[in-house]
C-alpha cells in the first residue's frame, strides 16, 4: 500500500471513528432530552390538561364516540385512517429495491438502504412499540381513564398498569408514523437537502397522528412524545450498525481537496506503508 493510500484510509478511519462519537452523543442527548420532558410533564400534569382540550365534559354516560372530538370530525378520522399509509409505501418501496437490485446492478448499490428501511419499521414501530411495550406495561388510555369517563386511575408509564394489554404506551399508530423519518439515516450524508425533507415530514406526520390520538382518547400527549423518541433512537442504532457513516462521500472530497492543494496532515507522514 502507498503511503498515500495508508494516509487516505487511515484519515477515513478517524473520520468515521469521529462521526459514531458524534451519533452516539446526539443519541444520548435525546434520551437525556425524553427523560427531562417526562419529568416536565409529570409536574406540570401536562397529559391530562391536552386531554382535556379534546374531551366533551357531560358526556360521561354517553358513548365513547360522543365524548371524543377526535372520534366524530372528518379531519382527525382521516389522519388516523391514512396514519401507516407513508410508511407501507415507503415499505414497499424498500421491498422493491430489495428485490429487484439481485439482478439489476445501479439499484443493487441501494438494497443496504432498503434492508435497513425493513429493519427499522419491524424493530422501532413494530418490536420496541407495540409488542415490548404496549403489550407489556398496560398504561390505560384516556378514554379508560377516570377523569375522563373510564374506569382505571391515571398512571404514568413507569408506574404498574391497571389496563388491559395493548395500552397507551407509548403511541402506535404514531410511531408508524414517525418511521417515515427512516430515510434520513442514510440520506444525510450525501443528500442532506432530501434528508432533512423525510426528517421534517416523519416528524410533522408523526404530530398529526400523534395528535388525532389524542384527540380520540387513545392517547396521551407524553405517549407520542416518547413513541417519536424511540423511533428516533432504534433508526439511529441501527443507522451505527448499518456503518452508513463509514468513509462518506464528503470525507473523500475533503481529503483529494486536502491532497491536490498539498497541504500537510497531521500523522500521515507517519502512517507505516505496509
Given at each position: 500500500?502507498?503511503?498515500?493510500?495508508?494516509?487516505?484510509?487511515?484519515?477515513?478511519?478517524?473520520?468515521?471513528?469521529?462521526?459514531?462519537?458524534?451519533?452516539?452523543?446526539?443519541?444520548?442527548?435525546?434520551?437525556?432530552?425524553?427523560?427531562?420532558?417526562?419529568?416536565?410533564?409529570?409536574?406540570?400534569?401536562?397529559?391530562?390538561?391536552?386531554t382535556s382540550?379534546?374531551y366533551?365534559?357531560g358526556?360521561?354516560?354517553?358513548?365513547?364516540?360522543?365524548?371524543?372530538?377526535?372520534?366524530?370530525?372528518?379531519?382527525?378520522?382521516?389522519?388516523?385512517?391514512?396514519?401507516?399509509?407513508?410508511?407501507?409505501?415507503?415499505?414497499?418501496?424498500?421491498?422493491l429495491?430489495?428485490?429487484?437490485?439481485?439482478?439489476?446492478?445501479?439499484?443493487?448499490?441501494?438494497?443496504?438502504?432498503?434492508?435497513?428501511?425493513?429493519?427499522?419499521?419491524?424493530?422501532?414501530?413494530?418490536?420496541?412499540?407495540?409488542?415490548l411495550?404496549?403489550?407489556?406495561l398496560?398504561?390505560?388510555?384516556?378514554?379508560?381513564?377516570?377523569?375522563?369517563?373510564?374506569?382505571?386511575?391515571?398512571?404514568?408509564?413507569?408506574?404498574?398498569?391497571?389496563?388491559a394489554?395493548?395500552?397507551?404506551?407509548?403511541?402506535?399508530?404514531?410511531?408508524?408514523a414517525?418511521?417515515?423519518?427512516?430515510?434520513?439515516?442514510?440520506?444525510?450524508?450525501?443528500?442532506?437537502?432530501?434528508?432533512?425533507?423525510?426528517?421534517?415530514g416523519?416528524?410533522v406526520?408523526?404530530?398529526?397522528?400523534?395528535?388525532?390520538?389524542?384527540?380520540?382518547?387513545?392517547?396521551?400527549?407524553?405517549?407520542?412524545?416518547w413513541?417519536?423518541?424511540?423511533?428516533?433512537?432504534?433508526?439511529g442504532?441501527?443507522?451505527?450498525?448499518?456503518?452508513?457513516?463509514?468513509?462518506?462521500?464528503?470525507?473523500?472530497?475533503v481529503?483529494?481537496?486536502?491532497?491536490?492543494?498539498?497541504?500537510?496532515?497531521?500523522?500521515?507522514?507517519?502512517?507505516?506503508?505496509?
Open positions: 500500500m502507498s503511503r498515500e493510500n495508508a494516509g487516505q484510509t487511515s484519515w477515513l478511519l478517524l473520520f468515521y471513528r469521529e462521526n459514531v462519537l458524534e451519533r452516539l452523543r446526539e443519541l444520548f442527548w435525546i434520551a437525556n432530552g425524553l427523560i427531562a420532558f417526562t419529568l416536565i410533564v409529570w409536574l406540570a400534569d401536562l397529559d391530562r390538561i391536552i382540550f379534546y366533551l365534559p358526556n360521561e354516560h354517553a358513548m365513547i364516540v360522543m365524548r371524543w372530538q377526535g372520534l366524530t370530525h372528518p379531519f382527525w378520522l382521516a389522519i388516523y385512517k391514512t396514519a401507516s399509509w407513508p410508511v407501507v409505501l415507503l415499505g414497499a418501496l424498500a421491498l429495491v430489495l428485490v429487484s437490485g439481485v439482478w439489476r446492478a445501479r439499484i443493487h448499490a441501494w438494497r443496504k438502504q432498503a434492508l435497513f428501511i425493513l429493519v427499522f419499521v419491524a424493530l422501532g414501530p413494530g418490536l420496541v412499540v407495540n409488542v411495550l404496549k403489550d407489556t398496560g398504561k390505560p388510555r384516556p378514554s379508560q381513564v377516570i377523569e375522563f369517563g373510564g374506569e382505571y386511575p391515571y398512571a404514568q408509564f413507569w408506574e404498574p398498569g391497571t389496563g394489554g395493548n395500552g397507551s404506551f407509548p403511541s402506535g399508530h404514531a410511531s408508524v414517525f418511521a417515515l423519518m427512516g430515510p434520513w439515516f442514510f440520506l444525510r450524508q450525501r443528500h442532506k437537502r432530501m434528508a432533512a425533507a423525510f426528517l421534517i416523519g416528524l406526520w408523526g404530530a398529526l397522528v400523534g395528535l388525532s390520538r389524542i384527540a380520540q382518547g387513545g392517547h396521551f400527549f407524553s405517549d407520542v412524545i413513541a417519536g423518541g424511540l423511533v428516533y433512537l432504534v433508526g442504532l441501527l443507522g451505527l450498525y448499518f456503518s452508513f457513516d463509514r468513509f462518506p462521500h464528503t470525507a473523500r472530497k481529503w483529494s481537496h486536502a491532497s491536490s492543494c498539498r497541504l500537510a496532515l497531521p500523522g500521515v507522514s507517519k502512517i507505516p506503508t505496509k
